[in-house]
């Protein structure tokens, strides 16, 4: 089956630096990810879809120049979060559409700490 | 604007109980899917089954089955015969259909925690 994966998978980072997540399909082709925020024992949350070769679109409440997003390739969405502080610790999945099939896959998600 | 409501918040059972999980929606959308994931400690979503809103038949896989109801605007999820294994969270998600097919950006419940005890 289609796999999707994510880097780092755990990070812990210091207040005002900045972390950056990958999100890779690896045996598919994917036009279109998005990116999800789950604070604990809080559900999923849509924060922002990104499109291979043209700026994320971000869903109301996000700030789009705190979480940067860039969709390079076809395979690879990166997540950005700009002077982190401890309120974005949070578990960050992203899910990746199949170009061919639309079938839609989650990564194992990355879980930021910062302290 | 689309949402979903997972009215139970946690729910604990004995092994070999049976227990359903339930799942409201709301959408002005005429073609829409919904779909069951369940998240273990681990955090990683697995997916159990997508419907879109013009197939109504329930749907059985193994001791998981379906029952959706486009009258009462839900899905619920039954486990037969609960194993510990199947303790974890629960979350029912709904997305747009059109031609983005299946994947559009997905509207998830707050999820049902279900503990199931020995």
């Known amino acids: 089956g289609a796999v999707v994966s994510q880097h780092p998978s755990r990070v812990i980072c210091k207040s005002g630096t900045s972390v950056k997540i990958e999100c890779r399909s690896l045996d598919f082709q994917a036009t279109t990810m998005f990116w999800y925020r789950q604070f604990p024992k809080q559900s999923l949350m849509l924060m922002a879809t990104?499109?291979?070769?043209?700026?994320?679109?971000?869903e109301q409440g996000v700030e789009k120049d705190k979480f940067l997003i860039n969709h390079a390739s076809l395979t690879l969405s990166t997540l950005t979060v700009t002077s982190a502080h401890p309120e974005d610790s949070s578990f960050y999945i992203c899910?990746?559409?199949?170009?061919?099939?639309?079938?839609?896959?989650f990564g194992p998600g990355t879980r930021l700490t910062v302290t | 604007a689309q949402k979903v409501t997972q009215a139970q918040t946690e729910i604990s059972v004995v092994e070999k109980e049976d227990v359903t999980l339930d799942c409201v929606y709301e959408?002005?959308?005429?073609?829409?899917?919904l779909f069951w994931y369940k998240q273990p400690p681990s955090g990683e979503l697995v997916f159990l089954i997508r419907?879109?809103?013009?197939?109504?038949q329930n749907e059985i896989s193994g001791r998981y089955s379906w029952n959706f109801q486009k009258s009462t605007s839900s899905f619920n999820f039954t486990i037969t015969a609960s194993q510990v294994v199947d303790s974890a969270v629960y979350f029912c998600a709904l997305s747009e259909g059109g031609n983005t097919g299946t994947a559009s950006k997905l509207t998830f419940g707050t999820g049902t925690r279900l503990q199931v005890m020995l």
């Open positions: 419907r879109n809103s013009f197939d109504e």
């Open positions: 899910s990746a559409r199949d170009t061919r099939s639309y079938e839609q896959y």
């Open positions: 959408t002005r959308d005429t073609t829409y899917y």
């Open positions: 990104s499109n291979e070769g043209s700026k994320a679109t971000y």
